[in-house]
């Protein structure tokens, strides 16, 4: 399983970026997929989450309203629209997935089991 995030960068507060994973390896469109997100010094921490189908998503209460996640299953690729950028978003930003896992499930890091490399999101204030 490989997954590669993408299109991240350094943008002012208030901005919006998008970012892209693209799977490869996995029957994609059986599989729940998540973002997640660590700061320097900080912890990783679950930003969003879409269920196998896209009908269903899941959201850290810090990012609500802002952030939006998508899948693509005929591009085997998921998204994550992020607006009303603010510095706190500053943080590179993974996807990860696991079979078993679920949208409701997959908010802790230690239940994935493939991650991509990262793209690093800056927001300067």
């Known amino acids: 399983v490989q997954l590669q995030a993408s299109g991240g960068g350094l943008v002012q507060a208030g901005s919006s970026l998008r970012l892209s994973c693209a799977a490869s390896?996995?029957?994609?469109?059986?599989?729940?997929m998540g973002w997640f997100r660590q700061a320097p010094e900080k912890e990783r921490e679950f930003v969003a989450a879409?269920?196998?189908?896209?009908?269903?998503?899941a959201y850290a209460d810090s990012v609500k309203g802002r952030f939006t996640v998508s899948r693509d299953n005929a591009k085997n690729t998921v998204s994550l629209q992020m607006n009303s950028l603010k510095p706190e978003d500053t943080a590179v930003y993974y996807c990860?997935?696991?079979?078993?896992?679920?949208?409701?499930?997959?908010?802790?890091?230690?239940?994935?089991?493939?991650w991509g490399k990262g793209t690093l999101v800056t927001v300067s204030s």
């Open positions: 879409v269920s196998w189908s896209g009908g269903s998503s």
């Open positions: 990860a997935t696991s079979r078993y896992q679920t949208v409701a499930t997959m908010r802790t890091a230690n239940n994935m089991d493939y």
């Open positions: 390896g996995l029957r994609f469109s059986t599989y729940s």
